[in-house]
């Protein structure tokens, strides 16, 4: 079962930066498109970023780009979310997924099949 752990996560102050990690198990995240999502307390879970299994190719949300930015070593099996300028509007949780080996990456929370239990960013005012 793969299993996704993020970690990185905090609580900083407008303009601050941070940087999340998501490390995965198993042999085949060489091969697998990873997101990262978030989800502020009463709203949906939103896209924020992906990235194909080679790291080739990256695609962020228009509220993020500029700001964030995905990036993967697949030596150490882990991708990463750097955070730069965040905004108050920034807090949530954020959570990594990935989907099956070999599709191309996605923006839609429903194309992911596994998910990392999340890391809360606060970012205040």
């Known amino acids: 079962q793969l299993q996704l752990v993020e970690s990185g996560g905090g609580s900083v102050q407008t303009g601050d930066s941070l940087r999340l990690s998501c490390a995965a198990s198993g042999r085949t995240f060489s091969s697998r498109p990873m997101g990262w999502f978030r989800q502020a307390p009463g709203k949906d879970r939103e896209f924020v970023a992906t990235i194909s299994s080679s790291g080739g190719a990256t695609y962020l949300a228009d509220s993020v780009k500029g700001r964030f930015t995905i990036s993967r070593d697949n030596a150490k099996n882990t991708v990463y979310l750097q955070m730069n300028t965040l905004r108050p509007e920034d807090t949530a949780v954020y959570y990594c997924?990935?989907?099956?080996?070999?599709?191309?990456?996605?923006?839609?929370?429903?194309?992911?099949?596994?998910w990392g239990q999340g890391t809360q960013v606060t970012v205040s005012s």
């Open positions: 997924a990935t989907r099956e080996p070999g599709l191309v990456w996605s923006t839609r929370a429903a194309g992911y099949t596994y």
